[in-house]
């Protein structure tokens, strides 16, 4: 009886060795021509401005009052005015509780990559923007994805990409976390957390 069980704690021990050895010699990928490597992605510091559910924004005009509309089954690509009239210069609330999500995607293969969707349960809808610059006037525009070149990365950061969230279901606080779903069109999905903190 005894004997058995040695076997097997030796048996179990190997296993756990070669599994350990297994995950740390896991980047010789990596040694590939760097012509047939594929993607191979890190997301690191994600973060999520923290924002108010209520949208009770202090930079709110008239042309603020959609914040209950936003809650509904709007179809917010294309309908809303984002180019238009929002001041996105004033980041201090979540006018019309709406908040971004920022972060660095790192390439580190010989394929490029894009990012093409973003999906989080703390907003109705969620889309991939950019900021440009118009008349001194930073204006946020729907893109269709974020190329994350080869070798290379995408910083999703203020004042350019993001990931926005649009009618929050709840509010933002620091020191929360909000899980996002990143769908790569060559890399699937990854989920990463972000902290919600202040800009
Ligand atoms: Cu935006």
Known sequence: MRPRIQILAIVLGM??????????TKPAATDLPSSSSP??????EPWARAAAMTGASTSG????????????????????PMTGTMPMTD???GSGGTSAAYLTITN???????????ESDVANSVELHTMTMVDNVMKMTPVAKI?????????????????????????????????????????????????VRKP
């Open 15 to 24: 296993f756990m060795l070669a599994a350990c050895s297994a995950s740390t």
């Open 147 to 195: 190329d994350v070149p080869a070798n290379g990365k995408a910083e999703l950061k203020p004042g350019s990409f993001h990931v926005m969230l649009i009618g929050l279901r709840r509010d933002l606080k620091e020191g929360e976390v909000v899980k996002l779903t990143l769908t790569f069109q060559n890399s699937g999905k990854i989920q990463v957390e972000a902290l």
């Open 39 to 44: 993607a191979k992605l890190s997301v690191s």
């Open 91 to 93: 980041t201090t609330t």
């Open 108 to 118: 580190s293969g010989g394929t490029a990559d894009a990012l093409l969707k973003a």
């Open 61 to 80: 005009g008239a042309g603020m009052g959609q914040s209950s509309a936003m809650t509904g089954t709007m179809p917010m690509t294309g309908t809303m």
